[in-house]
Each structure stands twice: as structure tokens, then as C-alpha cells.
């Protein structure tokens, strides 16, 4: 019995669906099938009930998910531990970001990190927020920062700090010389938003308070990186609610516009595991709870 015959247990029985379970297993159906069956044959008792319309755990079945979800528990700790060990022969740090700390955050850390470890080799990976927190738990990362935090009980969260959002829009719309404008005029009004999968916490936070404001805009485009926002808002495309750290970026075809209503903040955390914190990250969180007033939860 091999850990992907677990895997492809697990999901089918997560999905009790054949066809939804090869797709998250990246693989195909029929193959998906083969592995089960070899599996049963080697458990030695049918663990799914298999008709045209469902699948079904058998008693048997239920009874094995459960010890298949700790032993693929314990493996990824095992994949865990070994990285880490190898980690700190290494002698490196492997930290994830999304593109707010490498402006606001990495200026403050990275000149104290090499002044202190001056031989240690560090790893940049830019990652999106979830891709950080399964780098994080596999350890494939040591640190991420991101916009939100996952509840995890493996997990210390560090807030750094929370940026309120900006509104800018092309130089040449009608308003661009109205000192503040009012949301009331973001009704109907065209918008490029950042889209929900690259973006998931701006877009969650943007959509809610479009909602709470009872505001009608007209989505012309989805952008995948917030320079996409600034570049698509410069050519005239539409307006757009990005964080404060992209005002340096803006060009001279954009202007920011303040809201006589305030618009939401969105926030820039640091975790790492519990198990994990070592004197590089001791620093780290030293130098952030000194520039920015951290909170840890």
C-alpha cells in the first residue's frame, strides 16, 4: 500500500465522487478507479458502495478514512520535520510574500538580517495568500505575509499593520478635479476590480463594502496583479479601490480622489509555525512589533 493510494481514497471519499475526485487528484477517472479497486484488494474488504447515481461509504470504509486521514497526517509531518531539519543545515530562510511587504515590510527587515546573519541564504517565493499557507504547512516556507490569516492550530499570526484603501481614477474623468467625491458616485460607475482568486481578501473586502453601501458598479474588468488595476485605470478603462502602498506607483494619467465617506483598510500579517520560530524569525517579529505596533493572535 502506497501514501497516493490513500490520497485517492481520501478524496473520493471527501468528494463521493469519482469524477470530482480525479479532478482534484489531477488525474483520470478510469485510472482513478484502478486504484481503489487495488486498494480494496489489498485491505482485503469493500470500503465504497458504487451505483449510477452516488457513491457510499461502507462501515469498513468509514472506519478506514479515518486512520487513512492520520496516516497521511503524519506523513506530511514526517515530509515536515525532514525539510526542517534540512532547513537548518541549510542555513536558510524561505519566506512568502504577496507585493505589499516586499515595499513596506522587507525595507525594515532585510538590512537587520543581513547585518546579523550575514551567511544565511534566504529564499523570496511570491506567492498568493493560499498558496503561502499550504508552502507554510508543508514547510516548504518559513514565514509568509499575507492579507488574511488561516485558522490553524500549527499556526502563530502576527498583524503588522491595516492600510486603508485608495481610490483613483483616470486624470481625464469629469471628476478629476472635484477636490472629494462622494461613494454615491461610484454607482453605475465603470470599475476594474482585482479578481477574487488572485486577490481573495481585497476582492472579499471591496464586494462587502459595495454591498453595505448599496452600490451598483458596472465590473468592466477583472485585474490579476494591482499593477494591472494601475495600468487598466491610466489608459481610461475605468476607476478602481486599490491599497494606500500603490499610490508611489501611480503615473501622471492617474489621479487619488478622497471620499467624503471613509472606504474600508485592508490588513499585512506574518505567520509561521508555532514549532518553528527560531532566532531569524525571533528578529523578524522584533522588528516588526518596533516599526508597526504588531499584534499577536
Known amino acids: 500500500m502506497e501514501l497516493r493510494h490513500l490520497r ?26 484502478q486504484q481503489i479497486k487495488d486498494l480494496e484488494h489489498e ?26 486521514l492520520l496516516s497521511l497526517e503524519h506523513a506530511e509531518r514526517a515530509i515536515y520535520e525532514a525539510r526542517q531539519v ?33 551567511k544565511l541564504k534566504i529564499d523570496f517565493q511570491s506567492l498568493t495568500d493560499h498558496e503561502q499557507f499550504i508552502a507554510l504547512k508543508k514547510g516548504e516556507i518559513d514565514i509568509a505575509f499575507t492579507r488574511y490569516t488561516e485558522d490553524c ?12 484603501l485608495a481610490l483613483i481614477i483616470p486624470k481625464s474623468s469629469s471628476l478629476a478635479d472635484q477636490r472629494h467625491i462622494s461613494i454615491k458616485a461610484f454607482d453605475q ?11 481573495p481578501q481585497l476582492y472579499k473586502i471591496i464586494q462587502a463594502f459595495f454591498r453595505q453601501s448599496k452600490l451598483a458598479i458596472n465590473v468592466v474588468q477583472k ?37 467624503l465617506e471613509p472606504l ?25 512589533k518596533e516599526q508597526f505596533y504588531t499584534e499577536m493572535f
Do not use: C
Request: hydrophobic letters at 45%.
Open 86 to 118: 534540512a532547513n537548518m543545515h541549510k542555513d536558510q530562510l524561505k519566506i512568502g510574500f504577496v507585493p505589499v511587504a516586499e515595499m513596506k515590510v522587507f525595507p525594515y527587515i532585510m538590512p537587520n538580517i543581513r547585518a546579523h546573519f550575514p
Open 223 to 259: 485585474s490579476t496583479n494591482i499593477l494591472l488595476n494601475v495600468n487598466l485605470v491610466g489608459m481610461g478603462v475605468g476607476w478602481s479601490l486599490v491599497p494606500a502602498y500603490v499610490i508611489p506607483l501611480l503615473g501622471d494619467k492617474i489621479v487619488v480622489k478622497n471620499t
Open 153 to 164: 492550530e500549527e499556526f502563530e499570526h502576527v498583524q503588522i499593520f491595516q492600510e486603508p
Open 43 to 68: 485491505v482485503g474488504v469493500q470500503l465504497l458502495i458504487r451505483s449510477n447515481r452516488k457513491v457510499e461509504l461502507t462501515e469498513e470504509g468509514r472506519a478506514f478514512l479515518k486512520q487513512a
Open 264 to 288: 474600508p483598510v485592508i490588513g499585512l500579517y506574518a505567520s509561521y509555525r508555532k514549532q518553528q520560530k527560531n532566532e531569524v524569525i525571533s528578529m523578524i517579529l522584533k522588528i516588526l
Open 8 to 33: 485517492y481514497f481520501v478524496a473520493v471519499a471527501e468528494e463521493l465522487n469519482f469524477t470530482k475526485a480525479a479532478q482534484r487528484m489531477f488525474t483520470v477517472q478510469p485510472s482513478l478507479s
Open 189 to 199: 460607475q465603470d470599475f476594474v476590480i482585482s479578481d477574487e482568486a488572485a486577490s
